[in-house]
């Protein structure tokens, strides 16, 4: 099984400053990673695919980046609405998640 | 528009049996592969398994072999997700999410309690 590693587990940020948000793959996962953002009580919602493509409808201060077994996700100019938990996931063999990073606001 | 309507809550038995479904609509169901995703409290997901809505083929995690059974009825473009056996260990809010090898589009997910 491939293993997903997300760090940090935890981030407080304040309004406008850059997040970012790392995933280490156990092997090369070849740019099949996703990035999904989720608020409380509600379900997952894809942000990023294929390491670096934004979904439609996201906003562009979202952005991923990375290959082989190292990618993260960057969040410009953070906004209140980007309070959620943020999970890598890959799809390059099978599907697993990382753990998740919870995003609060300092 | 996609959407894929998941049925309400479930308070069950241990060692009952539960039965999820997931409707979808605003898409051609046999297109796309639905697979199942379990979220105990405050963790992190698991994939289950998925289902082939046009063949009815299947592929299990290892950890949830014995305990999914995955099916789908295309008259009603609906996939259900049946758990056996149920413990405290099950309890869990379950998503169907539709595959187009990400998940792009995820059910609002359903709250499964597994109490006496």
């Known amino acids: 099984d491939i293993r997903m590693t997300q760090s940090p587990a935890s981030l407080s940020a304040s309004l406008g400053e850059t997040v970012n948000i790392e995933c280490l793959a156990s092997?090369?996962?070849?740019?099949?990673l996703a990035w999904y953002q989720q608020k409380p009580g509600k379900s997952p919602q894809l942000l990023i695919y294929?390491?670096?493509s934004l979904q439609n409808g996201v906003p562009s201060r979202f952005s991923g980046s990375g290959s082989g077994t190292q990618y993260s996700l960057k969040i410009n100019s953070l906004q209140s609405e980007d309070v959620a938990t943020y999970f890598c996931?890959?799809?390059?063999?099978?599907?697993?998640f990382g753990g998740g990073t919870k995003l609060e606001l300092k | 528009q996609v959407n894929l309507l998941q049925s309400g809550a479930a308070l069950v038995k241990p060692g009952a049996s539960v039965k999820l479904s997931c409707k979808a609509s605003?898409?051609?169901?046999?297109?796309?592969?639905i697979h199942w995703v379990k979220q105990s409290h405050g963790k992190s997901l698991e994939w289950i398994g998925y289902?082939?809505?046009?063949?009815?083929?299947?592929n299990y995690n290892e950890k949830f072999k014995s305990k999914a059974t995955l099916t789908v009825d295309k008259s009603t473009n609906t996939a259900y997700m049946e758990l056996s056996r149920l413990t405290s260990e099950d309890s869990a809010t379950y998503y169907c999410?539709?595959?187009?090898?990400?998940?792009?589009?995820w059910g609002q997910g359903v709250m499964v309690t597994v109490s006496s």
């Open positions: 999410t539709r595959e187009g090898d990400y998940f792009d589009y």
């Open positions: 605003g898409y051609t169901f046999t297109d796309y592969y």
């Open positions: 289902i082939n809505p046009n063949s009815g083929y299947t």
């Open positions: 092997e090369d996962i070849y740019s099949d």
């Open positions: 294929n390491a670096n």
């Open positions: 996931q890959q799809y390059n063999n099978y599907w697993t």
